[in-house]
């Protein structure tokens, strides 16, 4: 069966990586940039994903870029307690919880394809510019390379993997436009500082009007206990202000350290953070409403270009890990490439519409809203604000919602296909 992958980003390579395990091996890979470099700040991978990276062999690899964080704990702006849970292993599941930068992990995934697939299996310089999917039996992709030369590629299964500016969801959906943005703007960035907390702990600071999130990239070191942190800063914009979804916009630090002059806390100098990024990358709050239909003719969309959703939750990268594992289980296992895209679409499509809904309400990070809408000026005991209860409601219904609940995961049956009954498929 031949396969063609369009973007090489997370969902891309790793369905490259999930098709292999189950057994194919005419699988291309092919990405706009003429040069894939490891761009982007931190990202999570939570244990629903780790577990995937485990059973596709990953997880020492991916582990040894990555720190795994011990809780996850939510402030009001003040800087005051209002939800603290463990993460990964420390919550009972089997799988921890990553955080990773993205471009090294990015880079991690393509040396993997190429050791396991071959080089050459992606192909760089290759823009999708347009695809027949008219024929039920083969999808017919023109690319574009740098010269501007036409390369027309035929493929039995053709997967978007292409973003939040995914060329294949454009064709189909023409009259979509810019992704829709709720007018926060969001400066990601790295920065090395002080060890805080246990070193090991995500954090978000704030409400539904500015937030700081932060969390650590890399243990901190035993001499002067520093460590690689990824931060995350969020402002509503001013009115009438305009979005321009780019993911690698640098801007200046300086006026994000004065919105957060106020915000040094004991156990967190926030102003710090930013002032001593390595670099601030600025992108708008934007995603992608759902969509009837993933697939048309042997086309099927994937990750962010079915499903983009705010960073709320952590859960992009993931959510495209589980994707490109369900779509090979299916294509595996399925008796038709037919069935099996739909398979896949039913698996993944009315799941990801319920968890993008989740993130536009603020998914876990509403119980900073909640505090905040109770109590602006603090409090002196949260559970006077937020019942303990409320709490772990809204904690538990995310989990389940976005396919991580402790119990659910650990018990979930596998999305490996037994190598018995997938011997090398044509
Ligand atoms: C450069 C970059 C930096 C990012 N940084 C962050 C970050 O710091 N934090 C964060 O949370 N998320 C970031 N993201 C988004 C994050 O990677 C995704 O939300 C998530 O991992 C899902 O991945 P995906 O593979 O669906 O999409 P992406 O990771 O966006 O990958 C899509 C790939 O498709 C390629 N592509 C696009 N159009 C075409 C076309 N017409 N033809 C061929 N190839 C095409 C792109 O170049 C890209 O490599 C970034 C994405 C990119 C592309």
């Known amino acids: 069966m031949r396969i063609v992958i369009v973007g090489a980003g997370i969902g891309g390579l790793v369905t490259a990586l999930s098709l292999e395990a189950a057994g194919f091996r005419d699988i291309r890979v092919v990405e706009r940039v003429r040069e894939l470099r490891p761009l982007g700040v931190g990202i999570n991978l939570l244990p629903h994903a780790v577990r995937e990276l485990t059973e596709l062999g990953l997880a020492e690899l991916v582990a040894g870029i990555g720190v795994a964080p011990s809780r996850l704990a939510y402030f009001n702006r003040h800087g005051q307690p209002i939800w603290s849970e463990p993460r990964g292993l420390d919550a009972g599941y089997h799988w921890p919880q990553l955080s990773v930068h993205r471009g090294e992990f990015q880079m991690l995934l393509l040396r993997e394809v190429e050791r396991r697939l071959g080089v050459g299996t992606v192909q760089q310089g290759l823009r999708l510019a347009s695809v027949d999917d008219g024929d039920p039996d083969v999808a017919t992709a023109r690319f574009v390379d740098a010269a501007g030369d036409d390369v027309v590629l035929e493929a039995d299964v053709l997967v978007g993997a292409d973003g939040i500016h995914s060329a294949l969801r454009a064709q189909r959906y023409p009259d979509e436009g810019a992704p829709p943005w709720n007018g926060l703007i969001l400066w990601r960035g790295t920065a090395i500082v002080p060890e805080y907390l246990d070193g090991r702990t995500m954090i978000m600071a704030g409400d539904g009007e500015q937030k700081f999130v932060a969390y650590p990239l890399s243990a901190p070191d035993a001499a002067a206990g520093m460590s690689r942190v990824n931060f995350i800063a969020e402002r509503r914009a001013p009115e009438g202000a305009t979005a321009l979804s780019d993911w690698n916009r640098p801007v200046d630090p300086e006026p994000i350290v004065e919105l957060f002059a106020g915000w040094r806390f004991d156990w967190l100098d926030v ?18 409403d759902p969509i009837p239909s993933w697939t048309s003719g042997r086309t099927i969309l994937l990750g962010d270009a079915a499903h983009a959703m705010y960073p709320n939750g952590s859960n992009g990268a993931s959510q495209a890990i589980l994707d490109a594992r369900t779509l090979a289980h299916r294509i595996a296992t399925e008796p038709s490439v037919e069935a099996a895209l739909a398979a896949y679409e039913a698996d993944r499509r009315p799941a990801t519409a319920r968890l993008l809904e989740m993130t536009r309400r603020l998914g876990p990070e509403q119980v900073m809203q909640l505090a905040y809408e109770r109590a602006p000026q603090g409090f002196a005991d949260v559970h006077d604000v937020i019942p303990r209860d409320e709490l772990e409601r809204i904690a538990r219904d995310y989990k389940v919602a976005a396919g991580f ?22």
Do not use: C, H, K, W
């Open 405 to 426: 609940d402790p119990a659910g995961l650990n018990e979930r049956s596998s999305l490996s296909v037994p190598t018995v009954a997938a011997p090398e498929r044509a």
């Open 271 to 288: 102003p710090l953070v930013i002032a001593s990024a390595e670099g601030i990358l600025e992108y708008p709050m934007v995603d992608r």
